[in-house]
């Protein structure tokens, strides 16, 4: 196996707990990767990284890109070095990523998939764009705006953690979407494989860098944050 490194600014947990601000710019977490899924500063959409290319989508369904200087609260990143595993036809979210966890003993693994081609049905939401005070993630997820499209090509970008790791990040399996004309995309719901091929890279290691420079995450009492899972659950599946 590859020395491979996930890089992960800030926490799932922390997001959870309401802490929207971004902390890291698009240029310092480009450093770190060319590849990967977060949020935008106050919540504002899911991002989807693609080579290099930081893509926003917004509740309102428009797709932009972000530039160097802005800001991201929450992210995870890779450099892509995906290994081709095989071609995927007319199958279903729930056997696909069947499929993808049986390929290889890796569920005590954190790892990425892509897959890329033509999807019959994606259905995705994206988040709100918050004002202060913030409230919690599952609150904020309880107004997103739901997005369904069918007969569309493109991306879709995911990471399994392993479950001892839900709170850092979501436990299982996490995953956007882009659509090849980026007209359309956000953080997956549900989707129907047409014909699309699987790659995947496995992490031999797993680094998490924490927002510092925030006096918000230095001082937050997780001890009135302490049902992690259960809002996890409730906010991102
Ligand atoms: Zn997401």
């Excluded at 989807?48 to 995870?76: C, E, H, K, R, W």
Aim: net charge negative; hydrophobic share 35%; no cysteine.
């Amino acid at each position: 196996m590859n020395q491979n490194l996930l890089y992960q600014h800030s926490t799932l947990a922390d997001l959870t707990a309401g802490l929207f601000t971004g902390t890291m710019s698009v240029a310092e977490l480009l450093k770190h990767g060319d590849t990967g899924i977060g949020t935008g500063d106050g919540l504002d959409g899911e991002l989807i990284i693609l080579q290099g290319t930081l893509y926003q989508v917004t509740a309102s369904g428009d797709v932009n890109v972000l530039q160097p200087n802005d800001q991201v609260p929450f992210a995870t990143v890779n450099f892509a070095d995906y290994q081709p595993e095989t071609r995927i036809q007319e199958q279903s979210r729930d056997a696909t990523l069947q499929q993808i966890a049986a390929a290889h003993p890796w569920q005590n693994l954190f790892y990425s998939f892509q897959l890329k081609g033509q999807f019959s049905r994606v259905k995705t939401r994206s988040v709100h764009k918050q004002t202060k005070p913030y409230q919690t993630l599952e609150q904020a997820a309880k107004e997103q705006a739901v997005f369904e499209k069918q007969d569309v090509s493109g991306t879709m970008l995911g990471y399994y953690a392993p479950q001892l790791y839900n709170g850092v990040a979501v436990g299982g399996f996490h995953y956007h979407f882009l659509a090849d004309d980026h007209d359309f995309g956000g953080h997956v719901l549900d989707f129907e494989v047409a014909d699309a091929e699987l790659s995947l890279e496995p992490f031999t290691d797993f680094q998490e860098h924490f927002p510092v420079n925030s006096q918000a995450f230095l001082n937050l009492d997780f001890n009135e944050h302490d049902d992690v899972a259960s809002q996890i659950k409730n906010a991102e599946q």
